[in-house]
């Protein structure tokens, strides 16, 4: 029982040490994880704003948006009269 004690508490000695001596490289890693986790929610961002544009595209290019562009532009069809 005393023997396995020693070992407990050698294996914990070591494993502090290993950890203090590595702490500069934990501190770089979690900052990483930090970074990317920060970068993964801007390009999520940006590829919903890219649909929307795209979404928005497609409905300009189509005929009928681009007759509702033309209106707010105050043009009008042949023989149509304006409000």
């Given at each position: 029982m005393?023997?396995?004690?020693?070992?407990?508490?050698?294996?914990?000695?070591?494993?502090g040490?290993?950890?203090?001596?590595?702490?500069?490289?934990?501190?770089?890693?979690?900052?990483?994880?930090?970074?990317?986790r920060?970068?993964?929610?801007?390009?999520?961002?940006?590829?919903?704003?890219?649909?929307?544009?795209?979404?928005?595209?497609?409905?300009?290019?189509?005929p009928?948006?681009?007759?509702?562009?033309?209106?707010?532009?105050?043009?009008?069809?042949?023989?149509?009269?304006?409000?």
């Open positions: 005393k023997r396995l004690g020693y070992w407990a508490v050698a294996f914990l000695l070591a494993l040490v290993s950890l203090y001596l590595n702490r500069e490289r934990l501190r770089i890693y979690f900052e990483q994880i930090d970074e990317k920060q970068n993964d929610e801007l390009m999520r961002k940006a590829e919903a704003d890219r649909a929307k544009l795209l979404e928005e595209r497609a409905r300009v290019d189509s009928l948006g681009m007759e509702e562009k033309a209106r707010e532009m105050g043009l009008r069809k042949k023989g149509e009269e304006g409000l």
